[in-house]
Structure formats: structure tokens, C-alpha cells
């Protein structure tokens, strides 16, 4: 058989690109390896075959190559992780096989497929080592060269050899202490939807700081506050900007938000102080009108007589000038009506935002005229606004009876339940489009507790500072004399972190089906999206490392790329809570009750706290189930009752599961 191995090769700034290399008798030449593909550094495992050496496995040639600098024998499956049903693991026969799989739902899925395959090739043991059992803030995707790049990750100091050969014991001593695999737990892997904690780091200064200020002075989840935030954000720089992410391939920065709770749940005092900046120039710019009309009115009366009189004179000379009715200056509204709207679009050409507490009036909106011809029109209207699109509405009444709005721009924010947006995102608004522009907060509920902690008026201050500078931001006059949006470039490195999200998303949505494949499809350029605004805000406040205002660079592509990771998270997770069984719910609500309390929990604890397992052995027998489902662990208790049977208490699988900071 040919030995293969994948070798570097220069690609650029981009990184190196991995070829492959194959020896025959008439030499090495490049080609397409022949399946079954062999494994990573073959000849080093062969090598070591009788010497009992642990052999590593890593979801990459990266984590592989962190892996064998630690001084282990380590593998991979041939040309990636999604080939190891291509992959030869017969080499792995009569070895101890301890799989490391990168921290997220593919690894978790490579490292199952894997164990089955060494398993069924004769491997002596399989263990499977989660690393973020062991490091609790290992970002979604970490992976074994992330933690030896950085042994902190675990409570280890980053070092010499020494300290290498150190966290080398220690990551084989982990390894031990893992159950092995069997084979009747070869079934599919339970999908992590628990809820992940808002990646907040990811936000720029000053938003960062009012956002962890004000939930911890409301008592919420800090994405009931960054969610609307960042919608109110983009509506303040509206039609002024886009971002070019090709030629033909441009962005606005228009955010449809919603944030999901009951009753009770602390999102609508979020949604209110997020909002209140745009509300105060809303507020005045209103006032201000009312002494525009008073001025008007007198104008207005003036003209009527001075009209008067030249008629009655038969005078010659043209007519009086009738003034113009005063417009007030709209930054938000809260009709849902397109004919309400349309006007309002045409007077303020950056755009609009809508907000209301409540989006359910604005999604029945839809259906409000449903057999009467409009309801289609309408959501038309509304999907094409998403990308500040051409909306036409011809009207019944006033003047004029036709209104064309070239880029009719409308960001949206506001609350709504869970039951609600049940009923309200009905099959018709998955299909056309509607449901997967939403962007969507649903922390799971937890108990308020008083607290006096308050935002610094001097963090509003800033937060108004900043929407007012996003205000000024003005688009640019083309040569014909049309009002366009100023194009915002990638700068090199900040192309290729989209490429590679690109890419990635794009491998995600071909594995997906149903609701959450079309989702994905408009979740794509919400990276983009987030990116932009982002870019502003740090513009905004002042930000010195910004090559120039309308170059965007990586550390903004960067932030929105976590941010629509953690979007895209919690959409495939609501839209499975929204499909639930009454069985399923219970299950998340004990897997979140449960991380709510640390991860860790008695069955008489969960008998106490959930009160849909007040019926005695209803506990202890969920919880026996999601230890079948391989979503926790039974371990001994820290203390044993005198004189009773050894206590034991369920351990989620992943600390990642918990909700608390």
C-alpha cells in the first residue's frame, strides 16, 4: 500500500495549505488518495505498534501536531474530520485509543464516529476526553492545540519542556479517568441545545459596559440588552453605509431582533432602557415640530388671505407661495400599517426603527388582511425592507396617491413569549422567509433576585454620545445627483476571516433540512451585518486602532462572526423548543434547572425545585434518563448520610450547560 502524508505548501497570509503526497515505486507524486485513506504520520504509528504508548486522537492535523510536540502518538483520519468513514483504523488494532474532539455538536459527532470505528478495527480501549469538562471557558470549537497553546485553560501555567512534559502527565492521567467507550452507546449524539452564555466581550466600548451594567442592574440575561441594542444601533446608521463584501455583494445594516421570555422575565424594562436614546430624539424632534406647526398655521392663515385678495384683484403677478406643512423628523414608530409606513420612508430616507414591547401585532400585521388581497403585498413589502429594498404602495386616500421609497429601510426590536411566537411563526412565515430574519434571545427563566446595583449615569451619557455620532453619519451624493450609501471595504484580513465563515456556514447549511436550513440562508450575511455595526460603533466612540471609517478590519468581522455563532446557536435552539413535545420540555427545563444550579444536582434537590416532578421517583428517574442519553453522570455525593446508603448526585456532561456567569 502507498504511504500517504499531507505535507505544507505556501498559500499567502491565509495560513498553509495542506497537500497530498504520494509514494509509489515510481516515486512521490501528488495525487487523490484512494480509499480507505490512511491515517495522519502512519509510519510513526506503525513504528510504535507493541510499545503501549496512548495514541491521540485530534479532530485536525492541528490538534494532531499539538498533540505529538506533547510527545504522544498521535493521528488523525485521512484529509479531515468528515471523512472518517473514509478513513483505514486498522492500524488502531490492539491500541489504547483516547479520542480529543474539538468543543462543538461536529466534534462531538466526529468523536462518536471515530470511537465506533476503532472499536469495530480492534482498539484495546476507546476514551473520549470533552476538554471543557476541564476547561469551563473553552470558546465553541476549542480544541487540543487551543488548550496546549495555552494550558491556563486548565489550571496548568504555559512553560518550558518541563511544564509541557507536565500538562502531557496530566492530560494522560485525564485520560484514565474517563470511562471507556462501549458499543451500546454508538448511537447518534444528543445535540448540544443548551443555552450558551452572550458572548458580551464580543461587543465594543462603551456598549460592552452599559450592557453588563444594566443586567446586572435589572436582573436579566445580558442578551435581552444587546440584542435590541445593536438592532437600535443599526437603525441610527441606516441608509448611510453599506459593507462591500464583493463586487455586486453589499450589506446594510439592518437587524431584525426578538427577545423571547414570559411574563416576568425582565425583557421589557431591558428593551425600555436600551431604546430610551432613540425615544429622547424621537421626543424632541416631536416638540420641535409642534412650534414648526404653530408657525405654520400662521403662515398657512396669511397665505389664505394674501390668496384672497389676489384673486378678488385679478392681479397679474403670480400667486402667493403656499407653504409646505412641516415634517417631523421620524426616527422610530411603532404602526405596523406599510401605508402608515411608506410616507414615513419617503420623508426620512436613513431609515426607521420599529420598536414595540410586543411583536406580535407587527407578525399578525400579515395576516391582518388575509382574504383580502393584501396580506401577500404586505409581507412582500416586509421582506424586501430587510434589505432595503424598493417598496411601491398606492393609496386610497391623501396625497400622493402613490408613494415609491427606493431604499425603504426598517429595523426591528422588541419582546415576545415563547407561546406567542409559537402561533405567530406559523409554517406560512418559515417558508417565505420571515422567521429566519429574526435574530433570537430566549434565556432560560431564572429567579430575580433584589440587587442595588445601578447604571452610572455617566454610561448613559456615553451611550447617548454615541447615537448621537452615529446620527451625523450622512451618505454621499452620486454624479447624477442621486443619494447613495457610502460602500465600506474589507481590508485584507478581515476578508479572510468572512471567507473562512463563509465556507463554514456554508458546509453547516448543506448537512441541514427543514425550518433551520432556511435559517441558515439568511443568517449567512447577518455576520456581515454585525460586522458593520459594530465597525461604527467603535468609529463612534472614538476608536484610534481603525485603519479609517469606511475600512472595515478583522477584529469587527471577528466580533460579528462570534455574535452570529452565538445567533445562530440559539435559533436552531429555539426552533427545536418550539417543535418540542411536552416530554422533551420537561427535559430542557430540568438540563437548564440544573445548570442554573451549577451543573451539579440531588434528585431531591430536582424533586424540590421542579414541580413537575413532585411525584415520588419522578426524579431520580428523568434524571436516570438523561444519563441514558449521555447528558450527564451519576458521581457519589460530597458528603455520605451517616448511617444511610451512599448518596449520589447527577452531573451535567458539559459545564457549558450552565446559565450563570
Known amino acids: 500500500m502507498a504511504a500517504d502524508r499531507r505535507v505544507a505548501s505556501a498559500s499567502g497570509k491565509g495560513g498553509a495549505k495542506v497537500t497530498t503526497v504520494s509514494r509509489d515505486a515510481h516515486g512521490r507524486r501528488i495525487a487523490v488518495t484512494a480509499e480507505p485513506r490512511p491515517l495522519y504520520h502512519l509510519p510513526e504509528l506503525l513504528a510504535t505498534k507493541g510499545s503501549g504508548k496512548l495514541v491521540v486522537i485530534g479532530g485536525s492535523d492541528k490538534a494532531a501536531e499539538a498533540a505529538r510536540n506533547l510527545g504522544f502518538v498521535a493521528t488523525t483520519s485521512g484529509r479531515g474530520s468528515r471523512t472518517a468513514g473514509k478513513t483505514d483504523w486498522k492500524p488502531l488494532a490492539d491500541r489504547d485509543v483516547l479520542i480529543v474532539p474539538d468543543n462543538d455538536a461536529a466534534g462531538e459527532k466526529y468523536a462518536c464516529d471515530v470511537a465506533r470505528l476503532a472499536h469495530a478495527a480492534g482498539a484495546v480501549s476507546v476514551r473520549i476526553l470533552h476538554l471543557n469538562e476541564h476547561a469551563p471557558d473553552l470558546p465553541a470549537g476549542g480544541d487540543l492545540a487551543v488548550v496546549i497553546a495555552d494550558p491556563g485553560w486548565c489550571g496548568l501555567p504555559l512553560g518550558d519542556a518541563a511544564e509541557r512534559s507536565d500538562l502531557a502527565a496530566f492530560i494522560e492521567k485525564l485520560a484514565q479517568a474517563v470511562t471507556p467507550w462501549r458499543p451500546d452507546q454508538a448511537k447518534e449524539p444528543i445535540e448540544d441545545l443548551t443555552f450558551r452564555l452572550f458572548p458580551v466581550d464580543a461587543l465594543p466600548e462603551p456598549i460592552r459596559g452599559f450592557v453588563d451594567a444594566g443586567a446586572r442592574a435589572i436582573g436579566c440575561d445580558p442578551s435581552y440588552l444587546a440584542l435590541p441594542l445593536l438592532v437600535a444601533l443599526s437603525a441610527a446608521i441606516g441608509n448611510t453605509r453599506r459593507l462591500e463584501l464583493k463586487r455586486g455583494w453589499t450589506a446594510p445594516p439592518i437587524l431584525w431582533g426578538a427577545i ?9 424594562p431591558a428593551f425600555r432602557l436600551v431604546i430610551r436614546p432613540v425615544e429622547e430624539r424621537q421626543r424632541k424632534a416631536l416638540e420641535d415640530n409642534v ?5 405654520f398655521e400662521g403662515e398657512y392663515a396669511k397665505y389664505e388671505r394674501d390668496f384672497a385678495l389676489w384673486t378678488r384683484t385679478k392681479n397679474t403677478s403670480d400667486p402667493p407661495n403656499k407653504p409646505n406643512r412641516p415634517q417631523a423628523e421620524r426616527f422610530m414608530v411603532s404602526d405596523t400599517t406599510i401605508e402608515a409606513l411608506a410616507p414615513m420612508l419617503f420623508s426620512n430616507p436613513r431609515g426607521l426603527l420599529l420598536a414595540r414591547d410586543e411583536l406580535n401585532g407587527w407578525i399578525g400585521s400579515f395576516d391582518r388582511y388575509a382574504g383580502k388581497g393584501r396580506a401577500g403585498a404586505d409581507a412582500a413589502n416586509w421582506l424586501s425592507m430587510f434589505n432595503a429594498g424598493t417598496i411601491v404602495v398606492d393609496r386610497k386616500t391623501g396625497e400622493p396617491r402613490t408613494i415609491y421609497v427606493p431604499r425603504a429601510a426598517v429595523c426591528i426590536c422588541g419582546g415576545i413569549q415563547p407561546g406567542i411566537l409559537r402561533r405567530a411563526l406559523s409554517s406560512e412565515h418559515r417558508e417565505s422567509g420571515l422567521a429566519g430574519r429574526l435574530l433570537l434571545a430566549y434565556p432560560p427563566r431564572k429567579a430575580k433576585q433584589w440587587t442595588e446595583a445601578d447604571i452610572d449615569p455617566a454610561a448613559e451619557a456615553k451611550l447617548n454620545q454615541l447615537f448621537d455620532q452615529l446620527y451625523k453619519l450622512q451618505p454621499m451624493s452620486s454624479d447624477d445627483g442621486k443619494v447613495e450609501p457610502v460602500l465600506v471595504r474589507l481590508i485584507p484580513d478581515a476578508k479572510n476571516a468572512w471567507t473562512g465563515y463563509y465556507n463554514r456556514h456554508a458546509a453547516e447549511q448543506a448537512e441541514l433540512t427543514g425550518d433551520v436550513a432556511a435559517a441558515w440562508s439568511k443568517l449567512e450575511e447577518y455576520a456581515a451585518r454585525l460586522a458593520l455595526v459594530i465597525h461604527f460603533v467603535r468609529w463612534a466612540a472614538g476608536d484610534l486602532t481603525l485603519a479609517s471609517e469606511n475600512s472595515l478590519d478583522a477584529d469587527s468581522m ?8 452565538w445567533f445562530k446557536h440559539e435559533a436552531r435552539r429555539v426552533y427545536t423548543m418550539l417543535d418540542e413535545s411536552d416530554v422533551a420540555r420537561d427535559k430542557r427545563r430540568l438540563v437548564e434547572w440544573i445548570g442554573n444550579k451549577g451543573g ?8 424540590q425545585g421542579c414541580r413537575w416532578l413532585k411525584e415520588p421517583g419522578k426524579a431520580e428517574a428523568e434524571l436516570e434518563e438523561l444519563v441514558k442519553e449521555g447528558r450527564g453522570s451519576w458521581q457519589p455525593a460530597p458528603s455520605t ?21
Open 641 to 661: 448520610p451517616k448511617g444511610g446508603r451512599p448518596a449520589r448526585v447527577f452531573a451535567l456532561s458539559s459545564p457549558s450547560t450552565s446559565t450563570k456567569p
Open 260 to 268: 423571547v421570555g414570559e411574563s416576568g422575565t425582565a425583557k421589557t
Open 291 to 295: 412650534e414648526a406647526e404653530r408657525q
Open 600 to 607: 451539579i444536582a440531588s434528585p431531591r434537590e430536582c424533586q
Open 558 to 565: 471577528k466580533a460579528g462572526i462570534t455574535l452570529i455563532e
